[in-house]
């Protein structure tokens, strides 16, 4: 039993378009740079903003101790008189 029969034509693809009327040719290539070039601005900002944030909390760890250390010592000394 044949189901679809014995010569089934095959279409072949045929270019009706020219390619090289479709490259994304000068503004392609410069969107694509603007786009880098946007992205590794935004990369260095972030990178800043999180290292100026990592120093804040470091600067604050510092002054947290040094004023419980002078608290201990304050304390120390009023119960020592």
Known sequence: MILFGENTPMPTPSMTVDPNSVTPGFDGFAMIVLIVAAV????????RR????????????????????????????????
Do not use: F, K, S
Not at 40 to 47: F, K, P, Q, Y
Not at 60 to 73: I, V
């Open 50 to 81: 999180i290292r100026r944030v990592r120093y804040r909390e470091e600067v604050r760890e510092e002054l947290d101790a040094e004023q419980a250390a002078l608290r201990e010592q304050t304390d120390g000394d009023a119960d020592g008189r």
């Open 40 to 47: 590794v601005l935004l990369i260095w900002d972030m990178n």
